[in-house]
């Protein structure tokens, strides 16, 4: 875009306030499933922050690390939540 | 005066408005899992909240890359987020649930054993 520039580090601020905010959530939660809740949110918000990163430093290779943080975000929690429900992973 | 053109103020407009309004949801989202004073409803600020505001800020990204390479990254990252943050937030539910997680109502604590949901469960198996 020529002449405007969108001011990406005031949303990295942001987020980095939330962050702070969901951390008290994993250090203070009463059950196993709160501090997993809480994670899974900084997961996803540290997806969000590797995004906003790669505008601030020029550096558009960084959205691969995005996308592998989302994918091993998901897979973590999927096989966390199975091995608190059954006791177990696999058969 | 300032030289832009009308386009370029349009896209201007509706990345800055989009990345607020993401920003809005994500912060709600974190205040909803401080605040609130159950696990089930912490689930119900996270799963939403913050599929949305993501997918929100995401939106803003691309407007803001336009037609590229870069932009099919981006879009990979928002559908994958899209589809599988309520998927991870309804299976932490369910194993709270099935593990016997106490659960705030209006009129107090509701609470259940594991033993009792797993025997119903193994009937319904059964039945299948």
């Known amino acids: 875009m020529s002449g405007m520039d969108v001011p990406f580090d005031v949303f990295l601020y942001i987020l980095l306030i939330t962050l702070s905010l969901v951390i008290y959530r994993v250090v203070k939660g009463p059950t196993v499933f709160d501090r997993i809740v809480a994670i899974n949110a900084i997961g996803t918000k540290t997806i969000l922050l590797i995004v906003l990163i790669s505008y601030v430093f020029e550096r558009p290779s960084f959205l691969d690390i995005a996308l592998l943080y989302a994918i091993l975000n998901f897979l973590g929690s999927i096989v966390i939540s199975v091995y608190i429900e059954r006791g177990r992973v696999a058969e | ?128």
Request: net charge neutral; charged share 20%; hydrophobic share 50%.
């Open chain 2, 1 to 128: 005066m300032i030289d832009v053109s009308l386009v370029d103020l349009i896209k201007y407009i509706v990345i800055i408005c989009s990345l607020i309004g993401g920003s809005f949801f994500i912060i709600t989202g974190s205040l909803g899992i401080v605040r609130f004073p159950d696990t089930y409803s912490r689930m119900h600020a996270s799963g939403k909240c913050d599929t949305l505001g993501i997918s929100l800020v995401l939106f803003g990204v691309i407007v803001y890359q336009g037609l590229d390479f870069v932009t099919v990254k981006l879009i990979l990252i928002l559908l994958f987020v899209f589809f599988t943050g309520p998927v991870a937030v309804n299976a932490i539910i369910h194993a709270s649930f099935y593990s016997g997680n106490k659960m705030w109502t209006t009129e107090g604590w509701v609470e259940w054993s594991r033993e009792e949901w797993m025997k119903e469960r193994a009937e319904k198996e059964r039945e299948r």
